[in-house]
């Protein structure tokens, strides 16, 4: 049964997976810092400017979070599924996630993350002659 608001469990599931995002984008910096790249800098400037853009909406989703008493508990993870209690106001609701579907909700995060932190392509000037 469900017993938060849609914008009150949009936050709290924003919030976890912009959270589990971020965890990712530090793993894979801790990855190039130790791998064979060849030319580290530009790939480590990408990550790093999807850290800042991903812990900014996070600071704002924490201020909301904390105006509406709304909290993400993790209850259990195994190999299929992980669980997680969403509270908001003396409310709480259970929330099993299918790990594959986890990892595209992610995904689809470091997507958006990955826009946002990339500048805009210049448009190809045609050559006319």
């Known amino acids: 049964m469900r017993y938060l608001t849609e ?5 709290a599931s924003r ?3 912009l959270s589990m995002a971020i965890v990712v984008i530090q793993q894979d910096i801790q990855h190039i810092e130790r791998g064979a790249f060849k030319i580290k800098e530009p790939y480590m400037e ?5 850290t800042t853009v991903a812990s900014a909406e996070r ?6 979070m904390n105006k509406r008493r709304i909290e993400v508990v993790t209850l259990h993870k195994n ?4 669980s ?4 908001c106001q003396g409310r709480e609701e259970k929330r099993n996630y ?3 579907a986890i990892r595209k909700k992610v995904h689809a995060i470091i997507q958006e993350l990955m826009q946002k932190s990339l500048p805009p392509f ?3 000037v045609s050559a006319k002659t």
């Open 7 to 11: 914008e009150e469990r949009h936050i």
């Open 79 to 82: 190999d299929s599924f992980s």
């Open 59 to 64: 600071r704002e989703l924490r201020t909301q």
């Open 98 to 100: 299918f790990n594959p």
């Open 15 to 17: 919030f976890l997976f």
């Open 122 to 124: 210049p448009k190809p």
């Open 46 to 50: 990408l990550l790093e400017t999807m």
């Open 84 to 87: 997680f209690l969403f509270i």
